[in-house]
Each structure stands twice: as structure tokens, then as C-alpha cells.
């Protein structure tokens, strides 16, 4: 008995470091937001008031915005980046030219800092100089758009420029993990379907889209949950408020402005908290609607 728990020992030792790093980085900090979102600074002591933050954070019309932002934002990238990732991914899989030259092409803007695309984006969608507004002008577009300047829910406004920033980003990652899904689709379903006399569209229809079924899911929960964390390049283009008008302010930056602008870490740790309760919520709806069938529907299979 002692021979085999000196054995497990052995590999509790391997593992412990693992523990310690979650516990100090992410149980700890957890549990620490939790406890402040309950208390309030009073002097250099900490005085519990209940749900008071909660309260004050669902009054707080700049809360309340930010948090339409984040939906927004989310929305909106999630509609446009999943088929257009897909139209890409499947035009990449019927290339026989250099495929892995443009996968690379594609996927560089991913590993590429985040601060420097956003800082270049700065500048490209700048309404007097700009790059984008610079073409613009001389195919005679009048009058020009105010892009960064402009905070209403349109086209060509700052909510407008921070989805594009978004897209160009992440659609080499959304396309390669859209290809694989193609590649893992069994040939023979294909030749069956033209040995009966499917077309293109009917093949795409009826195997492709059905196949790729667990990369829909996979993307769309993790695409869920980065949207709603989203905040480097939303800071880099318009500060820690989201100016202009706060167009481009979400949770992420309503907590990092609360807490090391404003000195409020408890208003900023209830705001973290439901956060992670909302992106809880995504998921676990999420998992119950997609995942939990498609389980089942394998199980059945």
C-alpha cells in the first residue's frame, strides 16, 4: 500500500504545478472577484453591502450601453464572419495552385499583434487622410465617411470600421478550421450523391452544409465567447471610454475604465462578474441547443 501511494505521488508531483499556476491565476482572482462585487471601500477597510453594485449597474445607462455595444459588435461579426469564412474556405479547398502560400497569406493577420493591426486600422480609417477615405476620393465619393468620427449604427461609422477590424483579423482562422471541417467530409458521400444525380447545389445542400454541422457549432460558441471579451483593438481605436460617444465601449473596457480610471474595483468586479455569468449563460444555452443533439443524434446513429 505504501509502494503504490508513493507511485501516485509521483505523478501528483508532476501535475502540482499545473494546480498551483490555476489556483494563483485563476481560482484565487475568481473567487476574489466575487467577494469584492459584495463589499464596498470605506477608508482602508471593506464594508459588505449585498447586491447594491448589481442594483447601481442595472441603473447605470453607460453600463447599459456598453453592454448593447458588446451585443451589437458580436452580433454583427458573427453574421458576417461564419459565411464569409465558409464561401472562403471552400474556394481554398478546390485550389491546386499554391493552397499552403495562401493559407499563410490569410492566417498572418491572426498571429499579428493585435495593438499594432488596430493602430494601423487607426490610420487607414481616418476621415481626413486615411487610406480608406483617400480611395474614396478619387473615385468621387462626396461626401466622405467620418468612419472613426461617427458613432451611429451605420455603415460607414465606427461600430462599422471595428467589425471590419474584426474581420480581417479572424477570417484566416475561421477559414482553416472551416477547411478542415471540408476535408474531414468523406469523399464517397460526394461520389454517391453523383452516382444518383445530385447537382452541385443539391450536394452542397444536402452533405456539405450537414457535415460541417460540428464547425458551425464549434465557431459559433467560441466566436460567442470572444465577443464578448473583445477589447485591445476596440481600445486601441477609441480609448478606454469607446470614443466616439462611447460607440465602441463594451463590458471588458466598462471594467477596465471603472476600475483603473474611476478606482472602483468593486463596481468594476460586479460588472466582471455578470459578464462571466452572461458568457456562462451563451454557453450553456449554447451546449443545450447544439451540442446536446448533435450528441444525441450520434448516440441514435
Given amino acids: 500500500m505504501l509502494r503504490q501511494l ?5 505523478w501528483y508531483v508532476f501535475i502540482a504545478p499545473t494546480f498551483v499556476l490555476f489556483g494563483l491565476f485563476v481560482a484565487y482572482p475568481t473567487f476574489e472577484t466575487f467577494r469584492l462585487s459584495f463589499f464596498h471601500e470605506v477608508a482602508t477597510r471593506q464594508e459588505f453591502v449585498g447586491a447594491l453594485h ?48 495562401f493559407k499563410a497569406i490569410y492566417f498572418l493577420p491572426q498571429i499579428t ?18 487610406l480608406v477615405n483617400g480611395l474614396l476620393r478619387e473615385v468621387g465619393v462626396s461626401p466622405l465617411p467620418l468612419w472613426l468620427a461617427e458613432p451611429r449604427y451605420v455603415l460607414t461609422g465606427s461600430r462599422a470600421a471595428a467589425t471590419i477590424l474584426a474581420v480581417w483579423v479572424a477570417l484566416g482562422y475561421y477559414m482553416l478550421i472551416f477547411q478542415a471541417g471540408l476535408q474531414a467530409v468523406p469523399a464517397e458521400l460526394y461520389d454517391a450523391a453523383r452516382v444518383d444525380g445530385a447537382g452541385p447545389l443539391q450536394t452542397w445542400w444536402f452533405i456539405t452544409l450537414p457535415s460541417l454541422r460540428p464547425t458551425f457549432i464549434f465557431l459559433y460558441i467560441t466566436g460567442t465567447i470572444d465577443a464578448m471579451s473583445r477589447f485591445s483593438d476596440l481600445w486601441m481605436l477609441g480609448g478606454p471610454a469607446g470614443t466616439p460617444a462611447r460607440s465602441l465601449q463594451t463590458i471588458v473596457m466598462y471594467v477596465y475604465q471603472t476600475a483603473f480610471e474611476s478606482n472602483d474595483f468593486n463596481l468594476a468586479s460586479a460588472a466582471a462578474v455578470i459578464l462571466f455569468v452572461i458568457v456562462l449563460l451563451l454557453t450553456m444555452l449554447n451546449f443545450r441547443s447544439f451540442l446536446q443533439r448533435e450528441f444525441t443524434q450520434r448516440s441514435g446513429a
Fill in 113 to 130: 499583434s493585435t495593438v499594432a493591426v488596430a493602430l494601423v486600422f487607426s490610420y487607414v480609417f481616418q476621415p481626413n487622410w486615411g
Fill in 6 to 10: 508513493r507511485k501516485s505521488l509521483i
Fill in 54 to 101: 448589481y442594483v447601481r449597474l442595472i441603473s447605470n445607462q453607460v453600463f447599459l450601453a456598453s453592454l448593447l455595444n458588446t451585443a451589437f459588435l458580436g452580433i454583427i461579426f458573427l453574421m458576417i464572419i461564419i459565411p464569409l469564412s465558409l464561401v472562403m474556405a471552400s474556394l481554398l479547398n478546390n485550389l491546386r495552385v499554391w493552397p499552403n502560400f
